[in-house]
Nanobody
Framework: QVLLVESGGGLVQSVGSLRLSCAAS????????MGWFRQAPGKEREFVAA????????RYADSVKGRFTISRDNGKNTVYLQMNSLKPEDTALYYC???????????????????WGQGTQVTVSS
């Protein structure tokens, strides 16, 4: 069992930056692939970024490439999402998720993630 708690969301102006954090419980964090997803009102939950269990492989949605960076600190059981050059269309509830396998590259598929956090709201004003 992995418990995930996101933090770092908030209100930011367009082209600003935020860093989201996701703290995980349990001693198996270092063997899990980790991902970030987001869901805007009235839309499906969509993939944002993922990082493999070792941190050596990452994947990004086309809409965030070059602006967002995912990273992890296995010593702190935490995964991060650095978001730069934010746009109003990045406004959403951001979720952290854990994949209990060691897929490389990490998966972009929502159904392959076993554990989910409660989400943190990111609002970007124009």
């Amino acid at each position: 069992q992995v418990l995930l708690v996101e933090s770092g969301g908030g209100l930011v102006q367009s082209v600003g930056s935020l860093r989201l954090s996701c703290a995980a419980s349990g001693r198996t964090f270092s063997t899990h692939g980790m991902g970030w997803f987001r869901q805007a009102p009235g839309k499906e939950r969509e993939f944002v970024a993922a990082i493999a269990w070792s941190g050596g492989s990452t994947r990004y949605a086309d809409s965030v490439k070059g602006r967002f960076t995912i990273s992890r600190d296995n010593g702190k059981n935490t995964v991060y999402l650095q978001m730069n050059s934010l746009k109003p269309e990045d406004t959403a509830l951001y979720y952290c998720a854990a994949d209990s396998t060691r897929r490389v590259p990490p998966t972009m598929l929502r159904y392959q993630y076993d554990y989910w956090g409660q989400g943190t709201q990111v609002t970007v004003s124009s």
